[in-house]
């Protein structure tokens, strides 16, 4: 699963890099809980949590069914 998830965030990370920021997976739990972090510009961001679930969430979701949610860490 955690080579699926990170083909889905390739998918993701060019968006993310041409505003300054990035996305580093960190952990996937056997129950499906994605952690990621977000790097760069997004660190800091008030939109963050937007781009966390419109995006990030989203894609890796539609990618990987068996993801049941996806947090910032």
């Known amino acids: 699963m955690r080579e699926k998830i990170e ?3 390739k998918k993701i990370r060019p968006s993310l890099q041409a505003d ?3 996305v580093e997976l960190v952990d996937v739990s ?3 809980i994605v952690k ?5 510009a997004c660190s ?3 939109m963050s949590q937007m781009t966390l679930t ?3 969430e989203k894609v890796i ?3 990987v069914p068996e993801v049941k949610k996806v947090i910032a860490v």
Request: charged share 25%; glycine share 26%.
């Open 61 to 63: 979701r539609q990618e």
């Open 36 to 40: 990621v972090r977000l790097k760069g």
């Open 54 to 56: 419109a995006g990030v």
């Open 7 to 9: 083909a889905a965030l």
């Open 20 to 22: 300054g920021g990035d």
């Open 44 to 46: 800091g961001c008030p």
């Open 30 to 32: 056997a129950d499906g």
